[in-house]
């Protein structure tokens, strides 16, 4: 088996219909693959649109199979299990991936392939691994708000991903991302640098983070903002 754990930067995005390459240089993507799991995450500047993927893979002999379990693009989402089949090939820079074939949502079928730079560390922390989070809420002076967004956040080789989707009053689906590479000061103490992000708001900016870990499979993480606000997150690791 390929070992592909390591955070990777998109170099660049090819489709083919069958008759031309369209090539995607702008869109920004990073995906990280921990031992068990992989999770990507993209954000077009030039209008924000954003998607993010998660699921389990297995590896051999210059082919990744991933079960996604989870992923969103604009306003859609879907939690229904799909599998695919890519072929790697190792590079200088990282590696190069090919989907032979694709349906799109109108059933055309396209070949997707994706060029990556390895961006990783070798750090390691009590965070690696895959979160989803189980129970969100922002306090406003005496007020607490619940969030009731699907939240999924990965941590490996000193980078980290958040994507998450949301519901607007009319029942309209967001999606949310954010990725960059983080530290992990002392034990309850985390500091994200966010390099690519739906929400220019925090896109380049720098956030310390409280952790709180109860065992090692949850943990709580709390944000004070500048505004005064406290965002309140708990999560649970996804298993094998």
Same mark, same amino acid.
């Given at each position: 088996a390929?070992?592909?754990?390591?955070?990777?930067?998109?170099?660049?995005?090819?489709?083919?219909?069958?008759?031309?390459?369209t090539?995607?240089?702008?869109l920004?993507?990073?995906k990280?693959?921990?031992?068990?799991?992989?999770?990507y995450? +993209?954000?077009?500047?030039?209008d924000?649109?954003?998607? !993010?993927g998660?699921g389990?893979?297995?590896s051999?002999?210059?082919?990744?199979?991933? +079960?996604?379990?989870?992923?969103?693009?604009?306003?859609?989402?879907?939690?229904?299990?799909?599998?695919?089949?890519?072929?790697?090939?190792?590079?200088a820079?990282?590696?190069?991936?090919i989907i032979?074939?694709?349906i799109?949502?109108?059933?055309?079928?396209?070949?997707l392939?994706e060029e990556?730079?390895?961006?990783?560390?070798?750090?390691s922390t009590?965070?690696?691994?895959?979160?989803?989070?189980?129970?969100?809420?922002?306090?406003?002076g005496?007020?607490?708000?619940? +969030?009731?967004?699907i939240?999924?956040?990965i941590?490996?080789?000193?980078? !980290?991903i958040f994507?998450h989707?949301?519901?607007?009053?009319?029942?309209?689906?967001?999606?949310?991302?954010?990725?960059?590479? !983080?530290?992990?000061?002392?034990?309850?103490?985390?500091?994200? +640098?966010?390099?690519?992000?739906?929400?220019?708001?925090?896109?380049?900016?720098s956030f310390?983070?409280?952790?709180?870990m109860t065992?090692?499979?949850?943990?709580?993480?709390?944000?004070?903002?500048?505004?005064?606000?406290?965002?309140?997150e !708990?999560?649970?690791?996804?298993?094998k």
């Open positions: 390929m070992n592909m754990s390591g955070a990777y930067t998109m170099l660049s995005q090819t489709i083919n219909d069958g008759k031309k390459d090539v995607y240089a702008n920004k993507q990073l990280i693959y921990t031992p068990d799991y992989m999770m995450a +993209n954000v077009n500047p030039a924000s649109v954003s998607g !993010f998660i389990r893979y297995s051999d002999s210059g082919m990744i199979k991933e +079960n996604v379990i989870y992923s969103a693009a604009d306003t859609s989402a879907s939690d229904s299990a799909a599998n695919f089949t890519l072929m790697i090939e190792k590079t820079k990282g590696y190069k991936q032979p074939e694709i799109t949502r109108n059933n055309s079928k396209i070949k392939t990556y730079e390895t961006a990783g560390t070798a750090t009590a965070l690696d691994g895959v979160w989803k989070a189980v129970k969100m809420y922002t306090i406003k005496k007020d607490t708000i619940p +969030n009731t967004a939240q999924y956040k941590y490996h080789a000193g980078h !980290f994507g989707t949301y519901k607007d009053s009319v029942n309209k689906i967001h999606t949310g991302i954010g990725y960059g590479t !983080f530290t992990m000061g002392s034990a309850n103490k985390i500091t994200e +640098n966010i390099t690519a992000s739906t929400y220019g708001s925090i896109r380049g900016k310390d983070i409280a952790i709180e065992g090692t499979d949850e943990f709580k993480q709390t944000i004070s903002e500048t505004t005064g606000e406290i965002g309140v !708990f999560y649970q690791r996804l298993k």
